[in-house]
Structures are given as structure tokens and as C-alpha cells.
């Protein structure tokens, strides 16, 4: 089997760098006796950061870059010289990723915006040369201190895809025809359950040159939530969806139940993903007369619905206005788009029914020192 582009989980090993030792130096010059200590610091170990980068997508390249080093410090040297620093690793990682500690599940940081940075270890400190502990009474401190020590840990990344839009459905029910009409993405498409076996992004473009951005998350069973089918892999992406849109086929057997079947998997996974708004979309109503969607809107659930057809285009643009409407809207409104407005397919987002809108550490020294004897 063909082995997938798209990853959304690694385990890494990170270790940042230590600190360089301070020196123990003195100053040692013809004709200057008694110099005193000139010893310099060490150098800041490099520490290990995790970035943003939009333009990732996925966590592919550290499937086989299991193991990431910062770069250890430097010692410090006579004459005040200071050691250099040790170099940093910058992991890029697309937005949405969430690092959590593999040992204790804690979590560690979230990832959402492009360039933004979080240090998962941070370097050890270089230690102080003799030349800081030079007293009145200790003129000629023969001591400097270690650096300190680096840091490790295993880290889990798990990638949680952002989008406005996420369609949620059982497998084969038009979701990836959906994303690959309404904007330039090329999902595989076929009839058989569990085609789509990774998700896929798409930017939607409406009208005026905006656009927004769609996600088509892999079929959900029943039992999803417990492992089945394919099990949590993908709920998770769902959880950084602004709006669910929920794609039934208009050939089911009882679109109400299948309604109530994603939404309780969805529960069952995560039960905050329930207070995010949802919109129904019956998808294959090219097969459809004027009859049949009376009966079928008769049997839906209470919530927004929109009748389509990715093959014909009934309804696409319908869709567009109803979600752009919800992405854009302060408070949740319900909106209705009946058979009627569907029929006429030219009418514009104003003869939609909407609801009227309300006014709305650092550590101290360790006191650990060493001669310069020792080195």
C-alpha cells in the first residue's frame, strides 16, 4: 500500500544544549604582575523552538527526523572572552499542532498562528568566569562556574487541522465531490466506503474576492468514538472547525437518524464540539422532484439545511452564501434556506430567511563552582 503524504502525528526526542563553562583565567602579560582574573562566561546552551509555518500542512518531514539537538555552549576563555553560543533548532510545524509530553501527557503548547514561537527546552545557562567574584578579600578567586545542564524530553505533535468549515458525514456521502466543486482541491474520489483516507483542505472563494477555508474530514461511522472505522484518528480535526457542515446523502434511509448519529459520536469524542454551529447540507438532490424534497424537509432535524448537487451545481452557491453568512455573523442565527429559494437558482443572499440580528525559572546559581585545577 502506497504510503500516505499527510501525517498528523510524530514523537520526537528533544534536547537543547548546555552551557559552556566559565574560565578560571588570570591575566598573565609581561610587565603587568598580578594581572588578576580576566576569565570570561559561557556560552548559552541553544535551546529547542517550535514555529508556525503556514506553509506546512502536514508533519510528513519529522516522520524521519526523530531526534533534534541544539547545539551545546561554548567554554569561556582568558582575557574576558566570552564562549559562544550554543546554535537553536527551530522546528516548523504547521498551524494547529498541539505538543504534549510523551511520558506524562502533559500538555505543552499550542501552535495557531504563522510565525508564532514557543520554546519547548531552553538551554542550559553558561557558567560565570572568576572575574564576577573577585572581592576586596578575594582578589584572586581561583574558581568559575559549569554550565548548566541541558534539557530533554519526548514530545508528542499532533496536528489538529484549522478550517471555517468542516464537513462531517458517513463515508460516500458526497463529501470530498463537495470540497473538489467548491474550490481547487483534488481529493480522491470514487464509490466505495473510506475513499478518502487523509483529510483534505480547500479555499473556498465567495464573492468580492473573499474566501474561506473548507475541510473534508475522513466518513465517520457509528462507534467512531470507541475505535471503530477509523476510529479517532481524524475526530480530532474536527475540534478546530468554526462551523460544522454536516453532508447527508438525499438517498438515505432516515436523514434525521444519521443526523443524530454524528452528532453523538461527535459527543462522545469531545462535547464542547457541540456548541459550534451546525448546518445541514442533503447532498445528491439532483435526483430530486419538487415532491420528494417536501417530504424530506417534513423529516429534518431542527437546524439549518440547504438541498445540493456537487454534480449539477443546485444549490452550491446557495450553500456558499449560508455558510459565508454563519462564519461572519457575532452570535449564532439560525438560518433557514427552504426548497422554494432553491428552485430559482439565481436569487441573491438577500432573498434568503434570515433571523433579524441583535445589537449586539530561572534558577539562582547552583553554587557549584570548580578549580582551575580540574581542567
Not at 500516505?4 to 528533544?14: E, G, W
Not at 479517532?232 to 468554526?242: A, K, Q, V, Y
Not at 434511509?253 to 469531545?270: A, T, V
Request: proline share 5%; net charge negative.
Amino acid at each position: 500500500m502506497a504510503e500516505t503524504n499527510f501525517v498528523d502525528y510524530v514523537k520526537i526526542f528533544c534536547r537543547s544544549g548546555k552551557g559552556g563553562r566559565g574560565s578560571a583565567h588570570f591575566r598573565r602579560e609581561k610587565y603587568i604582575p598580578k594581572g588578576g582574573p580576566d576569565g570570561g562566561d559561557g556560552g548559552d546552551g541553544g535551546s529547542v523552538i517550535l514555529r508556525g509555518n503556514r506553509n506546512y500542512w502536514t508533519l510528513l518531514h519529522l516522520r524521519y527526523q526523530r531526534h533534534i539537538f541544539a547545539g551545546h555552549g561554548e567554554p569561556g576563555g582568558g582575557a574576558q572572552r566570552s564562549g559562544k553560543k550554543g546554535e537553536s533548532r527551530i522546528i516548523d510545524v504547521p498551524c494547529g499542532t498541539v505538543a504534549y509530553d510523551a511520558h506524562t501527557g502533559e500538555f505543552l503548547c499550542d501552535i495557531t498562528d504563522d510565525g508564532q514561537e514557543v520554546t519547548l527546552l531552553k538551554g542550559g545557562r553558561g557558567g560565570l568566569g572568576n572575574q564576577h567574584f573577585k572581592t576586596a578579600t578575594n582578589q584572586a578567586p581561583r574558581y568559575a562556574q559549569p554550565g548548566e545542564p541541558h534539557e530533554e524530553r519526548w514530545v508528542i505533535l499532533e496536528l489538529k487541522l484549522l478550517a471555517d468549515v468542516g464537513l462531517v458525514g458517513f463515508p460516500n456521502a458526497g463529501k470530498s465531490t463537495l470540497l473538489s466543486v467548491v474550490s481547487a482541491a483534488k481529493p480522491k474520489i470514487d464509490n466505495y466506503p473510506f475513499t478518502t483516507l487523509e483529510p483534505n483542505l480547500g479555499i473556498v472563494e465567495y464573492r468580492e474576492g473573499k474566501s474561506f477555508v473548507m475541510a473534508d474530514i475522513p466518513g465517520i461511522i457509528e462507534g467512531a468514538s470507541e475505535g471503530r472505522g477509523l476510529g479517532l484518528r481524524f475526530l480530532r480535526h474536527i475540534e478546530r472547525n468554526s462551523l460544522l457542515l454536516f453532508v447527508i446523502p438525499a438517498d438515505s434511509k432516515d436523514i434525521k437518524e444519521e443526523y443524530y448519529i454524528l452528532l453523538n459520536e461527535l459527543k462522545k469524542y469531545n462535547p464542547e464540539m457541540l456548541d459550534k454551529s451546525h448546518i445541514l447540507a442533503i447532498s445528491k438532490s439532483d435526483m430530486l422532484d419538487e415532491e420528494l424534497m417536501d417530504a424530506i424537509t417534513e423529516e429534518l432535524p431542527d437546524l439549518p439545511y440547504v438541498f445540493i448537487s456537487s454534480v449539477t451545481g443546485f444549490g452550491i452557491q446557495h450553500l456558499k452564501d449560508v455558510l459565508w453568512r454563519e462564519l461572519n455573523s457575532e452570535n449564532y442565527i439560525p438560518i433557514t434556506v427552504s426548497r422554494e429559494s432553491l428552485v430559482h437558482r439565481n436569487l441573491d443572499i438577500s432573498q434568503l430567511e434570515f433571523e433579524p440580528e441583535e445589537d449586539f525559572e530561572d534558577e539562582d546559581d547552583d553554587d557549584m563552582f570548580y578549580d582551575e585545577d580540574d581542567f
